[in-house]
């Protein structure tokens, strides 16, 4: 069982940045291959991007590579998203998951579990 927490959210204007983390508990961290995702009113919940066990392999979504960057401390069992040169699409609930099993899934199905999610509002 993993439980994770989402931080790092907020409202920020257009081309800025911000750092989301996502905190698990459990000794078994390093074994999850993890994901963010978000979702914005009235859409469904889409892929950002997704981070193997060991950082080894990483996979974005077109709308967000080059701005956005996927990283993990598997010491701190923690799991990052940087964000830059945002913009008001941007915009959404930020979610982190986790599975277990190999491959950066882009499905939000192939994971097992979520965070509580965190706001992430950019104006313009």
């Known amino acids: 069982q993993v439980q994770l927490v989402e931080s790092g959210g907020g409202l920020v204007q257009a081309g800025g940045s911000l750092r989301l983390s996502c905190a698990a508990s459990?000794?078994?961290?390093?074994?999850?291959?993890m994901g963010w995702f978000r979702q914005a009113p009235g859409k469904e919940r889409e892929f950002v991007a997704a981070?193997?066990?060991?950082?080894?392999?990483?996979a974005y979504a077109d709308s967000v590579k080059g701005r956005f960057t996927i990283s993990r401390d598997n010491a701190k069992n923690t799991v990052y998203l940087q964000m830059n040169s945002l913009t008001p699409e941007d915009t959404a609930v930020y979610f982190c998951?986790?599975?277990?099993?190999?491959?950066?899934?882009?499905?939000?199905?192939?994971?097992?579990?979520w965070g509580q999610g965190t706001q992430v509002t950019v104006s313009s």
């Open positions: 459990g000794r078994t961290f390093s074994s999850y291959t």
């Open positions: 981070i193997s066990w060991n950082g080894g392999s990483t």
């Open positions: 998951a986790g599975r277990l099993g190999v491959g950066t899934r882009r499905a939000t199905n192939a994971y097992d579990y």
